[in-house]
């Protein structure tokens, strides 16, 4: 089986579970109208539109490990890609990136209900709604994770697991935001510190944990998915940093440039502002961090990290990471056929254009 043809039949069993766990939250929800209602429908569709990869992760974690991916791989999915959805939403609002999966971002739809559209005002509005439904999503997903089937010993490890690590998140994304508020230049290595725990590890090393802890697998192995984990995230991560700038929005379905407007300390940015000089760094400087510039200014930041090889040695960083993680799989006690669906998965990662 093909890593697109698995990951799909995971997408549609967990966009199944999802949708019957949030009709379950209905009657909780109906006498406090209208956002009671109005939350449930938006976070359900905002999040069935994810790829899903991470819910998928788990029901491959679980596999791995000897195990079925049944029910409570579902529902663990079916969490991590709630609490997916409550950070992103959080995520736009602080990166104020109008935009995501292809629609307005919920803070964005939410501006649009204010009671006097346009403005300031609207735009708190909507701010503040959608920080509840963030919150909501986040709540919701440790709710689906309390009520898993299976051993409850395996249930309570995943779960203790599921809590600490996104105290991690938010601990890596107060990192992030430090940096990007910081006008001091920061080192590679410090940058992919915040990847690492804003993104990576939550996005790859904890669903392949929780699966392989739901299917029974042995301890022994967790060190190793650890690392793999923490490699393939970091992939994806600075993968997504080229989408950001270079991709094309009808692809990523998020506007080119957010990174640079927002002045987000990337590998990107650390690699210009290392290497530009003069007129290059004037102009860059002028434009990293203006939420107003324009697309020929990103045009500009664009054409001036290849013509002063940050591209290549940002693409170069990725491969080794990748090569890492290309060892890390060959090297798990895994049958043949799930290290053929993560070495898709790694290639997905290093290729994608979404």
């Known amino acids: 089986m093909t890593?697109?043809?698995?990951?799909?039949?995971?997408?549609?069993?967990?966009?199944?579970?999802?949708?019957?766990?949030?009709?379950?939250?209905?009657?909780?929800?109906?006498?406090?109208?209208?956002?009671?209602?109005?939350a449930l429908r938006r976070l359900t569709a905002f999040t069935r539109?994810?790829?899903?990869?991470?819910?998928?992760?788990?029901?491959?974690?679980?596999?791995?490990?000897?195990?079925?991916?049944?029910?409570?791989?579902?529902?663990?999915?079916?969490?991590?890609?709630?609490?997916?959805?409550?950070?992103?939403?959080?995520d736009d609002i602080i990166d104020r990136d109008p935009r995501r999966r292809g629609g307005p971002s919920i803070h964005e739809q939410y501006a649009r209900l204010a009671p006097s559209p346009g403005g300031d005002a609207a735009g708190h509005f909507g701010t503040n709604l959608a920080v509840c439904a963030g919150d909501i999503a986040i709540f919701l997903a440790f709710e689906a994770m309390a009520g898993l089937a299976g051993p409850p010993e395996r249930a309570a490890a995943v779960q203790k697991l599921f809590a600490a690590e996104f105290g991690l998140v938010?601990?890596?994304?107060?990192?992030?935001?430090?940096?990007?508020?910081?006008?001091?230049?920061?080192?590679?290595?410090?940058?992919?510190?915040?990847?690492?725990?804003?993104?990576?590890r939550y996005s790859f090393y904890l669903p392949l944990a929780a699966g392989w802890i739901l299917g029974g697998g042995p301890g022994r192995v967790l060190p190793s998915l650890e690392r793999l984990g923490e490699d393939l995230g970091l992939v994806f991560q600075i993968k997504d940093d080229e989408l950001g700038l270079y991709g094309k929005p009808a692809a990523t379905g998020k506007p080119v440039g957010s990174d640079i407007r927002e002045g987000k300390r990337t590998l990107y940015a650390a690699e210009i502002f290392s290497r530009a000089s003069g007129a290059d760094m004037d102009r860059f400087a002028s434009v990293f961090g203006q939420a107003a510039a324009t697309e020929a200014e990103i045009g500009f930041v664009r054409d001036l990290a290849a013509r002063l090889g940050a591209r290549e040695d940002?693409?170069?960083?990725?491969?080794?990471?990748?090569?890492?993680?290309?060892?890390?799989?060959?090297?798990?006690?895994?049958?043949?056929?799930?290290?053929?669906?993560?070495?898709?998965?790694?290639?997905?990662?290093l290729s994608r254009r979404s």
Do not use: C
């Open 170 to 200: 938010g601990l890596g994304q107060m990192l992030d935001v430090e940096a990007g508020a910081s006008r001091k230049s920061l080192p590679n290595r410090r940058i992919l510190e915040i990847y690492r725990y804003k993104t990576a």
């Open 314 to 349: 940002v693409r170069q960083i990725m491969v080794r990471l990748g090569r890492r993680a290309d060892r890390g799989i060959r090297a798990l006690p895994i049958r043949a056929g799930h290290r053929e669906l993560l070495l898709g998965l790694l290639g997905y990662l």
């Open 3 to 38: 890593f697109e043809t698995y990951f799909a039949r995971t997408r549609k069993s967990l966009q199944d579970d999802l949708t019957a766990f949030m009709a379950s939250k209905r009657g909780d929800v109906a006498r406090l109208r209208p956002w009671g209602p109005d």
């Open 49 to 90: 539109k994810g790829k899903m990869i991470r819910g998928g992760l788990v029901a491959l974690g679980s596999e791995m490990a000897g195990g079925r991916a049944g029910r409570a791989a579902d529902r663990a999915g079916a969490a991590f890609e709630l609490i997916q959805s409550g950070l992103l939403i959080h």
